[in-house]
């Protein structure tokens, strides 16, 4: 039996003692005669031992006072009944000199006694909830709604049928609803007090219910709730709130995601429409985690036939079952094959002619490509692009869009000089023949396979540490979704030949990510810690600045820049097919002095002595 049990069980014992002696108290008006004092210390030393064996045979210390309930008070009335019948079967054999207990203590014992042990659980917890969270659990978990417009007013009114939330009040920016009420609630202040009125009302859940507000301000007021120690929780998507479809079940709790997120994208639909509309489209790296997004975006627009080309059968597979499942109606056609396999890509393209390629299939593993992979990063991010080149020209695809990376600028890692090739190839192959090549060049994106979040969220999982590669390391974000839509954008308006970059908003600092992550999964600081293991080989720390006024010129799109690209020598194709196509395996070494000749912006940074992490606890950096 634990402490807390044993407390519990002599409270019970207390309320056994103060029902018995108080029932004789009452009976005599505080003044017990001698003869029936003595039937009364008798009466002690028999029915409480009684009492203690019935309490356990009741099982009254399985449930929390805290949480103290019907079946409690069940639990505690069998109880009482048990002793209470023990109390007649007392009063029948025990008559000392003629005298017996009091026949009146048949009512006053059992109301005293499951008044006592009653009433002494469900103070307990009145004092416990007022504590915690200042008002009753029964009258619901006080929360804080942060905004009070009409997403807010039809939350309020949903909330209101649930027992489980008690909503204290509502916070918005807009002066003239603060101090006013919204069916019966105030409007406290504006959302700059959050941390202020969290504490006065005690509360420790926030729900967001700003769906039309500019995600800037959804972000601030969702930092404050983190930064408060608050569970934050956020209601669907504006469309859904003003059609009414606002329900309890429909809350969820707010992600990292929400805090790094942007303003949504705007593309032009019917110009996407008339490049993906009814022609047959093929993706490389299908199932990786840009190349499956981007599988969803060309499904939404009607697609003859859509072609995912993919080296892991695994991947193949789960997005095949995928479209099965959500996209029944979109004819695909799953083919395993890889990229440097030109008898497979030639077979492919020619029997379902694809009329536009996106190449999405690469290494992209900084580190992982730094050591003993170099020479493999070269043959998939640079022979895979030229063979799937090759086969476009060959086939006349009218479009073919390379996936590139922020990486390629200014590169100092095996993986950014490879992608830079992977662009100088398809320069080389724009305006050979019909095909237009483009090439779009973004940053990393939020829970792409092998990136820093899913990483954090699995060492908060097993409960730290968090291991990051640098304190000053920041990086860029954009979610999945948008950069697929963006890569959709620039293919649709290029001419050719151009080299896209995306807008990726303000850096983030990685060790900054980790705390919102920490206090978004209900730990503090204190409570899971962040470990800083070193830079990793080929790792920057800072990413450059894609849209740089003096290095791109601006498009139609404010989100897409074109980057300038500076002519390749002429006997540059000639050199770089032999080389890429030479049988042997060449070093880590001899693959940089290569890079260093075909990429003269290439820099490999000075490798750090790496430090030993244990295994499961890769440090974040490059995603």
């Given amino acids: 039996?634990?402490?807390?049990?044993?407390?519990?069980?002599?409270?019970?014992?207390?309320?056994?003692?103060?029902?018995?002696?108080?029932?004789?108290?009452?009976?005599?008006?505080?003044?017990?005669?001698?003869?029936?004092?003595?039937?009364?210390?008798?009466?002690?030393?028999?029915?409480?031992?009684?009492?203690?064996?019935?309490?356990?045979?009741?099982?009254?210390?399985?449930?929390?006072?805290?949480?103290?309930?019907?079946?409690?008070?069940?639990?505690?009335?069998?109880?009482?009944?048990?002793?209470?019948?023990?109390?007649?079967?007392?009063?029948?054999?025990?008559?000392p000199n003629g005298q017996i207990v009091p026949r009146s203590m048949i009512a006053?014992?059992?109301?005293?006694?499951?008044?006592?042990?009653?009433?002494?659980?469900?103070?307990?917890?009145?004092?416990?909830e007022h504590h915690l969270y200042g008002g009753l659990i029964a009258q619901g978990k006080p929360v804080i709604i942060v905004g009070a417009g009409r997403g807010g007013d039809l939350l309020v009114r949903e909330l209101a049928r649930s027992p489980d939330w008690r909503v204290v009040g509502l916070l918005d920016d807009d002066p003239s609803k603060c101090g006013s009420d919204l069916n019966g609630h105030p409007v406290l202040g504006p959302v700059s007090a959050l941390p202020e009125v969290l504490a006065v009302h005690r509360a420790r859940h926030v729900i967001l219910?700003?769906?039309?507000?500019?995600?800037?301000?959804?972000?601030?007021?969702?930092?404050?709730?983190?930064?408060?120690?608050?569970?934050?929780?956020?209601?669907?998507?504006?469309?859904?709130?003003?059609?009414?479809?606002?329900?309890?079940?429909?809350?969820?709790?707010?992600?990292?995601?929400?805090?790094?997120?942007?303003?949504?994208?705007?593309?032009?639909?019917?110009?996407?429409?008339?490049?993906?509309?009814?022609?047959?489209?093929?993706?490389?790296g299908a199932g990786g985690s840009i190349g499956s997004e981007l599988c969803r975006q060309i499904a939404r627009f009607g697609p003859a036939r859509l072609v995912f080309y993919e080296q892991s059968e695994f991947a193949l597979y789960t997005l095949e079952q995928w479209f099965v499942d959500h996209m029944p109606g979109v004819a695909i056609v799953p083919l395993a094959g890889d990229v440097k396999d030109a008898t497979r890509l030639a077979e492919v393209m020619e029997a379902h002619r694809p009329e536009v390629v996106f190449h999405a299939a690469a290494y992209k593993h900084v580190p992982l490509m730094e050591v003993g992979n170099a020479w493999q990063a070269v043959r998939n991010n640079v022979l895979g692009t030229l063979r799937v080149?090759?086969?476009?020209?060959?086939?006349?695809?009218?479009?073919?869009?390379?996936?590139?990376?922020?990486?390629?600028?200014?590169?100092?890692?095996?993986?950014?000089?490879?992608?830079?090739?992977?662009?100088?190839?398809?320069?080389?192959?724009?305006?050979?023949g019909s095909t237009r090549f483009e090439m779009v060049r973004f940053g990393n994106v939020l829970a792409s396979a092998g990136s820093v979040i899913p990483k954090f969220q699995e060492q908060i999982a097993r409960g730290g540490p968090v291991t990051v590669t640098h304190e000053e390391i920041t990086r860029y974000f954009m979610s999945i979704p948008e950069a697929s839509q963006l890569v959709l954008q620039a293919a649709a308006m290029g001419r050719g030949g151009e080299i896209f970059v995306l807008d990726m908003g303000q850096p983030v600092r990685i060790v900054d990510l980790a705390r919102k992550m920490i206090r978004l999964s209900g730990y503090g600081d204190d409570e899971i810690r962040i470990e800083f293991t070193g830079l990793r080989p080929g790792e920057k720390l800072y990413e450059e600045l894609l849209a740089d006024c003096e290095k791109t010129r601006a498009t139609p799109h404010p989100k897409l820049r074109v980057a300038q690209s500076r002519p390749l020598p002429d006997d540059f194709f000639r050199q770089l097919i032999a080389w890429v196509g030479q049988d042997a395996v060449l070093s880590d070494g001899a693959v940089r002095r290569k890079l260093m000749q075909w990429v003269p912006e290439y820099q490999p940074a000075e490798r750090p002595a790496l430090k030993l992490v244990p295994p499961g606890q890769r440090a974040g950096g490059d995603a």
């Avoid at 006592?116 to 009145?126: H, I, L, Q």
């Avoid at 934050?232 to 479809?245: A, K, Q, S, W, Y």
Wanted: net charge positive; hydrophobic share 55%; charged share 15%.
């Fill in 389 to 432: 080149a090759e086969a476009a020209c060959g086939q006349g695809v009218a479009r073919f869009v390379l996936i590139s990376t922020d990486k390629a600028v200014n590169p100092t890692n095996v993986m950014g000089a490879t992608k830079r090739l992977a662009e100088m190839v398809c320069q080389v192959f724009q305006g050979r």
């Fill in 108 to 128: 006053l014992f059992p109301i005293l006694l499951a008044g006592v042990m009653g009433g002494g659980r469900a103070f307990y917890r009145m004092w416990k």
């Fill in 1 to 95: 039996m634990s402490a807390r049990s044993v407390i519990v069980f002599l409270f019970d014992a207390l309320a056994m003692l103060i029902a018995w002696v108080g029932g004789f108290l009452l009976r005599f008006n505080f003044d017990v005669p001698p003869a029936y004092a003595q039937i009364m210390y008798v009466g002690v030393t028999v029915l409480l031992p009684v009492h203690a064996f019935v309490c356990l045979w009741a099982g009254l210390y399985r449930g929390l006072w805290v949480f103290a309930s019907l079946p409690d008070l069940k639990r505690v009335l069998r109880a009482v009944a048990v002793t209470s019948a023990a109390m007649i079967v007392f009063m029948a054999l025990y008559r």
């Fill in 209 to 284: 219910s700003m769906p039309s507000a500019a995600i800037e301000a959804r972000r601030h007021a969702a930092e404050l709730a983190v930064a408060a120690g608050a569970q934050i929780l956020t209601v669907p998507g504006l469309e859904d709130v003003m059609t009414g479809r606002v329900s309890i079940s429909s809350l969820r709790r707010v992600e990292i995601e929400d805090l790094l997120g942007r303003e949504p994208v705007s593309i032009d639909t019917p110009h996407v429409a008339h490049m993906l509309a009814n022609k047959v489209v093929m993706v490389t």
